[in-house]
C-alpha cells in the first residue's frame, strides 16, 4: 500500500465514510455514507492527484436543457463539477484535490460539497432523470 493511498484510506475512515470495496494494488476505493447521499463514490489515486466520483444518474434522451441546466450548476458548487462520462450516458460528480499536500480538511470538503450539491440539486436532477 502506497502512502498516499494509506493516508487517503485513513482520513476516509476518519471522516465516518464506509469502505464498501477497495483494490489496494490500483488504490482506489469505493466508499458510501447513505445520509450523506453517498453512495458509490470511487475515491482513487492516480498521482499527483486523487480523484473523487459518483455517478449522479443516467442522461435522460432529451438531454440539451440537462447540459445547459448542469453548467448553471456547476457555477454554484463549492468544489467538484457535474459531468458527463466520456459516452455522454451518466450524470457524475467529480473532483480532483493534489495527492501531495492532501489533509483531512481538504478531502471533507470535497465530499460534503458532493452532499450539498446533491441536497442542494436533488428535486431538479430527480425530474431530469424521470425525463420531465
Not at 475512515?13 to 464498501?20: A, D, R
Not at 456547476?74 to 450524470?91: I, P, Q, S, W, Y
Amino acid at each position: 500500500m502506497s502512502e498516499n493511498y494509506e493516508k487517503v484510506r485513513n482520513y476516509l475512515l476518519e471522516l465516518g465514510l464506509s469502505i464498501t470495496s477497495e483494490d489496494e494494488k490500483e488504490e482506489l476505493a469505493v466508499v458510501e455514507d447513505e445520509e450523506k447521499g453517498i453512495k458509490n463514490l470511487i475515491v482513487d489515486c492516480e498521482a499527483p492527484i486523487l480523484i473523487i466520483e459518483q455517478t449522479i444518474m443516467p442522461v435522460p434522451a432529451k438531454s440539451e436543457t440537462l447540459y445547459k441546466r448542469l453548467l448553471q450548476m456547476n457555477r454554484t458548487l463549492v468544489h467538484g463539477a457535474f459531468v458527463l462520462d466520456e459516452d455522454e450516458k451518466n450524470v457524475l460528480f467529480r473532483d480532483t484535490l493534489q495527492l501531495e499536500n492532501l489533509d483531512l480538511n481538504e478531502l471533507e470538503g470535497s465530499i460534503n460539497a458532493l452532499s450539498l450539491a446533491l441536497a442542494e440539486n436533488a428535486n431538479e436532477l430527480i425530474a431530469f432523470s424521470k425525463g420531465e
